[in-house]
């Protein structure tokens, strides 16, 4: 706890995760910053999530509340709308038996910060009178786009070639995120992220887990629209500002992971000789693409550490698995300590917004291969905004080919060119590291949520 907070009664936080990897990452560690700042804090999960996850010992509380999924998360539900609209109807309910629990129970709370992607959470929190904060855990500029979706500024589905929005470079057609482009594709979730502002206008805080100067143009422009704080990028402290002890990893994994053998096999790696290939927690590629994505790693011939999840693995050539030495097949590792590691020389990645602030934290450029959602956007912004790495083109069939993913990886390997996008790699990392050092960007967005909710007026009263 840092000394001007000690002096003070310390107000209590509770923390919504939607319960996936890429939504649990950032705000576990959203919440362990505020913890370190004198904040009581309380994660609450799914009851499927807080029962499957692996987890480190934390000194965070845990909760856990009904998705309407007790014996399978969000994968195992028909479609992603059949998920979202049995959410919807439970999770209200099932939050409010959880405040009034803890309130029976002699504690109080002064805020709740909810996923974005659970806009009924603000009325909750309404309805308890505390402070409602919704927590974006994508970019400010897909958020922005989103925006201007809810607002009817973009019409859906959209047809223009381009697009041209304050404070956002001019996008095309296929650089939006998937849903607005892909006409049809998964209802449930583009209803759900353009619903994301349905009632943000009562929020007493906007928070986005980026970083000022990283999208600074659109940070500005959404700063004079809503109360945004920057608070990213969400990295363990221990590989960013070093300011949290023992902060080294995320600790919490949905997946089993291979750390042993992951770090042992990159340790007698030659500095920067290893491609780092991972695609997230949820992309699903058809068989023809595991393939060309096999072939394409092993003709590069590079060493390579190639993360496959357990239901993927059985698309993966078994010749492949056995001919090519020079490659490491996991089903789960500790991605950042492998990002850090001095083997590494360039990331395959779809472009997850996680996966890209790591890649941005950790100085690593960049093989993007976006698939949906908002990975096209972010993949825009890393090749042409931030110039830290280089998009793999599908053919028309939309297929990643051998040959292509071969050629990127060289080009960011072995070209003057490729030498430039790790230096901008290292650019966006120290710049990443002094938003956290003290009175850096975000660590005053901290600074000044933490003094809201110690001023705030709820913590005193358990309130129904
Ligand atoms: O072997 C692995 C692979 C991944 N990770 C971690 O898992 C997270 C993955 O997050 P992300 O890169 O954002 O990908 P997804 O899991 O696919 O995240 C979903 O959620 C994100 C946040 O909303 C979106 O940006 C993505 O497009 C969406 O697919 C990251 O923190 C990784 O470090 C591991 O720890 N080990």
């Given at each position: ?46 009851h ?42 439970t ?38 009178g ?7 855990t ?25 697009v ?14 998937s ?87 990159l ?20 068989t ?9 790693l ?78 096209s ?33 060289k ?6 060119r ?12 120290d ?34």
């Amino acid at each position: 706890m840092e000394d001007h907070d000690k002096k003070q009664r310390q107000p209590h936080c509770l923390v919504l995760a939607y319960p996936t990897q890429g939504h649990i990452n950032p705000m576990l560690q959203f919440s362990k910053r505020l913890q370190h700042k004198g904040v009581r804090v309380t994660v609450i999960f799914s009851h499927f999530a807080l029962k499957t996850i692996h987890k480190k010992s934390t000194s965070i509380a845990l909760e856990s509340i009904s998705d309407g999924f007790d014996d399978g998360g969000v994968t195992s539900a028909e479609s992603d709308k059949a998920y979202l609209d049995r959410f919807w109807q439970t999770g209200p309910r099932t939050l409010t038996e959880l405040l009034e629990k803890l309130i029976n129970s002699g504690n109080t709370f002064d805020c709740l910060v909810y996923d974005s992607f659970l806009p009924w959470a603000l009325d909750v929190a309404k309805r308890f009178g505390v402070l409602g904060a919704p927590f974006f855990t994508q970019s400010l500029a897909v958020n922005t786009i989103y925006y201007h979706t809810h607002k009817g500024n973009l019409k859906l589905p959209f047809t223009e070639s381009e697009v041209s929005l304050p404070g956002l470079p001019t996008l095309s057609c296929c650089d939006l995120p998937s849903f607005l482009y892909v006409k049809g594709a998964y209802p449930g979730f583009t209803g759900m992220v353009v619903n994301q502002f349905s009632n943000i206008e009562k929020a007493d805080f906007v928070l986005c887990n980026t970083f000022y100067e990283l999208e600074q143009e659109v940070a500005d422009w959404q700063g004079k629209i809503f109360p945004l704080r920057t608070i990213g990028p969400t990295i363990p402290s221990m590989l960013l500002d070093k300011r949290i002890q023992d902060d080294n990893d995320y600790g919490f994994d949905l997946f089993k992971p291979n750390n042993d053998d992951c770090m042992k096999w990159l340790s007698d790696k030659p500095r920067g000789s290893v491609v780092y290939v991972s695609l997230g927690s949820l992309v699903v590629l058809d068989t023809e693409q595991t393939e060309e994505m096999a072939w394409g790693l092993r003709d590069s011939g590079y060493y390579f550490l190639w993360v496959v999840r357990e239901t993927e693995l059985e698309k993966v050539p078994k010749d492949f698995l056995e001919s090519s030495e020079k490659g490491f097949v996991v089903t789960w590792c500790p991605q950042i300590q492998v990002l850090e590691h001095e083997a590494v020389g360039c990331f395959v990645t779809h472009c997850g917004w996680n996966s890209t602030l790591e890649a941005i934290s950790l100085g690593v450029p960049v093989v993007g291969m976006p698939q949906w959602t908002d990975q096209s956007t972010d993949a825009k912004y890393i090749v042409d905004v931030w110039k830290m790495g280089v998009k793999v083109e599908a053919d028309p069939k939309g297929i990643v080919r051998r040959e292509s993913l071969k050629q990127c990886i060289k080009e960011v390997m072995e070209t003057e060119r490729g030498k430039e996008m790790k230096r901008n790699a290292n650019k966006w990392k120290d710049l990443a590291k002094r938003a956290f050092e003290e009175g850096g960007s975000s660590d005053k967005c901290f600074e000044d949520l933490v003094k809201h909710l110690v001023t705030s007026p709820n913590a005193q009263v358990p309130r129904k």
